[in-house]
T-cell receptor, first 114, second 109 residues
């Protein structure tokens, strides 16, 4: 089934540990995004990539890094997790960065930092 | 600053009609999106408006007034499965999506 796959689905992590959330899409979309969703707040963009080999910072990039070595994969890394990074993380994609079609979301990764 | 406002929660009755409003303030404007998100699931696309007026898609319709910075999502013939959060998002001049916090819609029998 075409779409976006995220892993892990859920993770509990000790503060200070390093964590990588994986995201893979098979739709050949150029643009990919990482959002975090917290109760009472709208989705907030962490990092984005308009095409393979390029990345950009979103609204809340501090403490996170991304890479885009190829079209399909867009991992998000927390170098040293802190409790404020407890959240649900969604990876999304769109055909292009200006495409007015819908964003396609993965199922989310629920991260708890203790 | 950029801002999206929508009600936090609404309650409606099965079979009825409900209108969820959204107002936006963005730096430039390239369209307004509505997404549906069931609890514990990913958001899914419902509608996109860039021109003024009403777009109808089955039981769901979305309206946009660019001059007023206003949109609404209209859900007709409500079903229990429509219980979800509805997210409003505006695309700014840099093609960045600005998201509202979502409206939780509760459907009662």
């Amino acid at each position: 089934i075409a779409g976006i796959t995220q892993a892990p689905t859920s993770q509990i992590l000790a503060a200070g540990r390093r964590m990588t959330l994986r995201c893979t899409q098979d739709m050949r979309h150029n643009a990919m995004y990482w959002y975090r969703q917290d109760l009472g707040l709208g989705l907030r963009l962490i990092h984005y990539s308009n095409t393979a080999g390029t990345t950009g910072k979103g609204e809340v990039p501090d403490g996170y890094s991304v890479s885009r070595a190829n079209t399909d994969d867009f991992p998000l890394t927390l170098a040293s997790a802190v409790p404020s990074q407890t959240s649900v993380y969604f990876c999304a994609s769109s055909p292009t960065e200006t495409d007015t079609g819908e964003l396609f979301f993965g199922e989310g990764s629920r991260l708890t930092v203790l | 600053g950029q801002n999206i406002d929508q009600p936090t929660e609404m309650t409606a009755t099965e079979g009825a009609i409900v209108q969820i409003n959204c107002t936006y303030q963005t730096s430039g404007f390239n369209g307004l999106f509505w997404y549906q998100q069931h609890a514990g699931e990913a958001p899914t696309f419902l509608s996109y408006n860039v021109l003024d007026g009403l777009e109808e898609k089955g039981r769901f319709s979305s309206f946009l007034s660019r001059s007023k910075g206003y949109s609404y999502l209209l859900l007709k013939e409500l079903q229990m499965k429509d219980s979800a959060s509805y997210l409003c998002a505006a695309l700014d001049s840099n093609y960045q999506l600005i998201w509202g916090a979502g409206t939780k819609l509760i459907i009662k029998p």
